[in-house]
């Protein structure tokens, strides 16, 4: 596990630890970049579906995590790749109800409504790469400048009130 740069990383994603190992990443590095609580949670929620289709459906791949920026407000960009089977109608696995697997099929599309940037590239035969990215809603302080002071209301001011 490369985590020398704190939120840059790139993790295994080869069984049920590693899920762990992601979903904490996922969260401490936003936390990190100043994401509030809600914005954390969704992000780790569609960390931890991508990471379990990387697992359960490429048979295994990595996760790449950087910190990207918009302007002064940061963002993670999460990219799940594999060498799997890929997937042969991407439309079709990003529909609600959809599964190849035992699941309920909310893995994908709900993943894909839980971040601000989503993009899948995938091959059939060669694998998948899901891509994700979202936004702090508000820069971490002190990104802001502080407000300017008030100036103080001069005494001849004062007297007339």
Same mark, same amino acid.
């Given at each position: ?8 990383? !790139? ?11 992601? !979903? ?5 590095? /936003? /936390? ?6 809600? @914005? ?6 569609? /960390? ?5 289709? #990387? ?8 996760? *790449? ?17 594999? @060498? ?6 991407? @439309? ?35 694998? #998948? *790469?899901? #891509?994700? #990215? ?8 002190? /990104? ?14 004062? @007297?007339?009130?």
């Amino acid at each position: 596990m490369d985590t020398a740069a704190g939120v840059d990383a !790139r993790l295994p994603i080869r069984s049920d630890l590693d899920l762990v190992w992601v !979903r904490q990443h996922v969260r401490q590095s /936003a /936390a990190t970049l100043g994401f509030g609580l809600v @914005e954390q949670t969704k992000l780790v929620t569609a /960390a931890s579906e991508l990471a379990r289709n #990387t697992l359960v459906y490429g048979g295994g791949g990595q996760l *790449t995590v950087h910190r990207v920026t918009r302007g002064r407000v940061p963002g993670l960009r999460l990219s799940f790749g594999d @060498e799997g089977p890929g997937i042969v109608d991407v @439309e079709q696995a990003l529909r609600d109800g959809y599964t190849s697997g035992d699941g309920l099929g909310m893995g994908l599309g709900g993943a894909r409504r839980l971040v601000h940037e989503f993009a899948i590239d995938s091959t059939p035969g060669a694998g #998948t *790469t899901v #891509t994700v #990215t979202s936004w702090a809603t508000r820069p971490p302080y002190p /990104a802001y400048p502080p407000p300017p002071p008030v100036p103080p209301v001069p005494p001849a001011a004062r @007297e007339e009130s």
